[in-house]
């Protein structure tokens, strides 16, 4: 008896040949596709919560720095894998989401003392 009848979960996988060409063409696999959704939703929660002023986003926005940060390429999912599959430079990336943090904390440093300025505090 051989493996696969053994184990109809792992028979090959068999694509038409049209389905394929039909992906290959537009540049994206469903694996890229996946990918992108991760990183999208990474950055947009980076991104939103940022200054969030309640424990949730704060947690989201950690989550989603940690990632970030994180060197590890054991896991799949990991930022630095995810970057190389989509070919983007993973430390490029990731620089330029630290500096656009900063810059926002620093302009939103600067909101806070001009309000406290007008206020006369």
């Known amino acids: 008896m051989s493996f696969e009848e053994r184990s109809p979960l792992f028979t090959p996988d068999v694509i038409a040949a049209h389905k394929f060409a039909a992906n290959s063409q537009t540049g994206e696999q469903p694996e890229q596709r996946l990918m992108m959704a991760v990183l999208g939703e990474a950055l947009f929660c980076f991104q939103k ?19 970030v940060l994180d060197e590890n390429e054991q896991w799949p999912f990991s930022f630095n894998n995810i970057c190389a599959g989509l070919g ?11 500096g656009w943090k900063a810059g926002h ?16 505090a």
């Open 49 to 67: 919560y940022h200054l969030a002023p309640d424990r949730d986003g704060q947690k989201i926005f950690g989550e989603a720095l940690d990632w």
């Open 88 to 98: 983007i430079s993973p430390s490029y990336l990731r620089r330029q989401l630290l």
């Open 105 to 120: 904390l620093c302009r939103a440093e600067r909101s806070r003392a001009g309000m406290k300025l007008r206020r006369g």
